[in-house]
């Protein structure tokens, strides 16, 4: 199925590059190779959880576009598959190898349920540290640091002799999957020019839900080995993909918003030049962003590193304008942002993802094989809507798929809730209940992974202000990892105090709150400028502009975004 998926991908890329390429616009030549490299990358971490489509894919990028092609195309979006190293692949993972862990280790369902839910809480660290730290080494620096934490943390699981060593590669692969969290979806924003910015910085969670997809799969793959042996070999696979993406990395370029804050003016026109549609894009996305690093325009490329504080190009002071002294603008976003990233994982994904066996359990499904059956449906479902959202990012906007993605989660999850309830009390699950409970919850995801899943990350790393952009983009991803921890280590205690339907009920009502928080508070975002985002968030009646939809761009030349960027 997997290979007649990526054979299928691959011509859908092929087609629309194809044509992009032949129409001669520089817009949908950057849009349609973006999109090509992406899958590409796609491809490779398929090939990295079975060498024969390793094989598939060598054999497919070299024979149709020439190796030195592909290395080419894959310097400059390689950080999709960053986003692999995102937590949910493990909770999917987990879901599995919970099973053998408890067997083998002989611990309890308080011990399964901490180990579970633990990285997401060590994760807060690094979420919190790879601000500072990107800000200081350099974006494409800290994606190499953050493949070489999590390969030591999944290694160390997989050899783990006991709960407590365990734990402690729990510890150290968190820390990585928070670095990743956060660099991955800035990087892109920064990267990508804001015509196809939502497809670049969403694309990379069609790779979370494939490797979703995938962990539930290898549930049956490693089902035969010995119960010693199988959880350690889910677990410490984990190590293969860093290597892959230090060493795509390397043919990587840095972000140009970062070089401009260092003065290094000339690295940056060249990697605008490489990523715009035309030269004069290049020139205006860096004027653009020369003023909101508070360069003057007229300043020479010699003199720039005079204009920046040695404390602001290191990302100093950047905690103090963010949470002690901020400005009105810059509350704004941050609650914003918090908020965002509170309801996406306060609504009870994680848990879903996490406990999807137990949930179809008390759906009514006592056979072991059909349960898993239903879980593999569940990142199926998962992978189809990511694909669906990303496409539509930049064509619909932000601001509707949120609202559908949120008001489909709120009928979902009270359906959910309902359906677990009568067969609660009937004591016997109906044919026409367990169906519907599966279907519920299949809505439930894709729901989420149409909305709410990609936005939060795309939205969180292009609304704040380039010189708080990294440290603000932390602060978004500490509060969903520590949302994520917090569910699924609440979970089983949770339903069994107020039963599994009530636990969906109280998720529900967390949804239909977000649903609320996101029409008064987000504006919508697309075809805006990063440098153009301050002003967006300062402008009076904003409320009356949310509601029609947020602010749609007359004319996609990039002058206009460089006429509206908002000041320092």
Not at 433 to 441: R, S
Not at 503 to 525: K, N, R
């Amino acid at each position: 199925m997997n290979e007649a998926a990526t054979v299928a991908i691959y011509t859908l890329v092929r087609t629309t590059t194809k044509k992009s390429h032949g129409a001669g616009s520089g817009r949908e030549v950057f849009a349609g190779e973006a999109s090509e490299k992406l899958l590409c990358v796609g491809l490779l971490y398929l090939g990295v959880h079975d060498f024969r489509r390793l094989g598939i894919w060598f054999l497919i990028t070299t024979t149709s576009l020439g190796f030195n092609y592909v290395l080419e195309n894959l310097r400059f979006d390689f950080m999709g598959i960053f986003r692999l190293l995102d937590s949910h692949a493990d909770v999917a993972v987990m879901s599995g190898a919970n099973m053998y862990i408890k067997d083998d280790l002989k611990i309890s369902d308080t011990q399964i349920e901490i180990l579970s839910g633990i990285i997401n809480l060590y994760s807060i660290i690094g979420s919190i540290a790879a601000g500072r730290t990107s800000d200081w080494i350099g974006r494409r620096n800290t994606m190499i640091l953050a493949c070489a934490i999590f390969f030591t943390g999944a290694l160390t699981m997989g050899l783990a002799p006991g709960y407590a060593v365990l734990m402690v590669g729990r510890f150290v692969a968190g820390i990585g999957v928070g670095y990743a969290l956060m660099i991955a979806p800035v990087y892109a924003a920064e990267v990508a020019p804001s015509s196809s910015r939502g497809f670049l910085s969403s694309f990379p969670e069609v790779f979370i839900n494939f490797g979703v997809l995938l962990g539930y799969v290898s549930n049956f793959a490693f089902n035969g080995l010995p119960a010693h042996l199988n959880w350690r070999v889910m677990l410490a696979v984990g190590a293969v993909p860093p290597v892959f993406l230090a060493a795509g990395v390397l043919f990587m370029p840095e972000s140009p918003r970062w070089l401009v804050i260092r003065g290094r003016i000339g690295e940056a026109k060249e990697v605008l030049r490489k990523t715009s549609d035309t030269p004069a894009e290049a020139e205006l996305r860096l004027a653009a962003i020369k003023e909101a690093a508070g360069i003057p325009p007229d300043c020479a490329d010699d003199d720039v590193a005079a204009w920046i504080p040695k404390r602001r190009s290191r990302g100093e002071g950047v905690w103090k304008e963010l949470l002690l002294r901020p400005t009105p603008v810059v509350r704004r976003i941050l609650f914003a942002a918090l908020g965002l990233q509170f309801f996406q994982q306060a609504s009870g994904i994680d848990s879903v993802v996490l406990y999807s066996p137990t949930i179809f359990k008390k759906a009514g499904l006592q056979s072991k094989t059909q349960r898993l059956g239903a879980t593999v449906a569940v990142g199926f479902s998962k992978t189809s809507c990511i694909l669906v959202a990303t496409f539509l990012l930049d064509r619909v906007g932000r601001r509707p798929l949120l609202l559908s993605s949120a008001g489909g989660m709120v009928a979902s999850l009270l359906t959910l809730a309902s359906c677990l309830r009568a067969i609660e009390r009937q004591g016997e699950a109906a044919t026409w209940a367990v169906v519907l409970c599966i279907m519920t919850e299949l809505t439930f995801v894709g729901s989420f992974s149409i909305g709410l899943g990609p936005i939060a990350w795309v939205y969180c790393s292009e609304i704040f202000p380039l010189r708080l952009r990294a440290q603000g983009a932390s602060l978004g991803a500490a509060m969903n990892r520590l949302m994520s921890g917090a569910v699924t280590m609440s979970f089983l205690s949770l339903y069994k105090a107020i039963s599994i339907a009530g636990s969906f009920y109280l998720y529900a009502g967390v949804a239909a709150a977000g649903w609320l928080f996101f029409f008064i508070f987000l504006p919508e975002t697309r075809g805006r400028s990063l440098e153009d985002m301050e002003e967006l968030f300062g402008k009076k009646g904003k409320a009356a502009e949310i509601q029609k939809g947020g602010i749609e761009m007359a004319n996609e030349d990039a002058k206009a975004n460089v006429i509206v960027i908002g000041r320092d």
